[in-house]
């Protein structure tokens, strides 16, 4: 049997533990952990975390170390945008170090991206020979990754995630059509010229990876009377998403949008922000349908620590 792999994702909305063992270039899931953390809101106005969410993060690490030791486990752990972004992410990435073992490496976007699009052509397989761009929208960030012959082409990363859109630009409840758009009116601003760069270089196919596509498409899904044994593969049109970002606007409270068919609870306050980004960015690259993927960054962790530690080619290299 081959030796299990397990995969730490720090991100801006959750820190997640995924396990898996690699047989036949399947990833094949054993053990899932998982802490809506929210790391993205525990950096405070003067840029560090605060102290209180740092110490209950600690336990989510001892409790992931311990599930990894259980299984022997080769692993790697990665901070995203939240720990970029924070003025004490190395000190925090020192005590958790310290104090359970695990070492987290702060990526840039370009790193991020690279295990995004191996993520995405392990589960979208067909596009390996194509030239997928690959959207991947976070809590703290938006990675745009473009694939040429499963090889990354080129990447931008843009410090604007689903949190970042509501903190700074929505704001709280009740939210007015004025607000969103002048929300949209900044992402414009924000994420055009990034965007239209990677556009003229071309693409077969748009693919979009993370929560904000996952739970607009159950919504759009449980508005249709459907309920979705899985959402990975699923083709998104621009007016069912255009359908989806209207009713979320029309709810102008929490509240009203925990009430849509579909909606995860847990993220009735930030789906707006990665909304509005996913809606924004497919009218700037005129993007008429959406692949969904729900293999991106934790499935090429895996693949890319299970390359490591057998020795063979590094995916995406």
Known sequence: MTRAVAAIDVGSNSVQLTMARIEDGRVLIIDRLKNPARLGDAVGPDGYLEPEK??????????????????????????????????DGEAFVERVAAETGIRIERISGAEEGRLVLIGVLHGLPRLREAAPLCIDVGGGSTELVLGRRARVAAVTSLPIGSLVVCRRWLGPDPIS????????????????????????????????????IQRIVRIALALDGRRPVSVHGHR??????????????????????????????????????????????????????????????????????????????????
């Open 177 to 212: 059509r004025r607000t969103v758009k002048k929300a949209r009116r900044h992402l414009e601003q924000r994420l055009g010229a990034r965007a239209a760069a990677i556009a003229r270089l071309g693409f077969s196919d748009v693919v979009a990876t993370g929560g904000s």
């Open 54 to 87: 740092v110490d209950r993060l600690i336990d989510t690490f001892r409790a992931f170390r311990r599930r990894i030791d259980a299984h022997d486990a080769l692993f790697r752990a990665t901070g995203t945008a939240a720990l970029r972004a924070a003025r």
């Open 236 to 317: 998104l049109d621009r007016e069912t998403l255009s359908a989806v970002v209207d009713r979320l606007v029309r709810a102008t409270t929490a509240a009203d949008r925990r009430a849509l068919p579909g909606m995860d609870p847990e993220r009735a306050d930030t789906l707006l922000g990665g909304a509005l980004i996913l809606d924004v960015l497919g009218r700037i690259l005129d993007v008429r349908t959406w692949t969904v993927s729900m293999d991106a960054l934790r499935t090429g962790l895996l693949l890319d620590i299970s390359a490591r530690g057998s020795g063979t080619a590094i995916p995406g290299e």
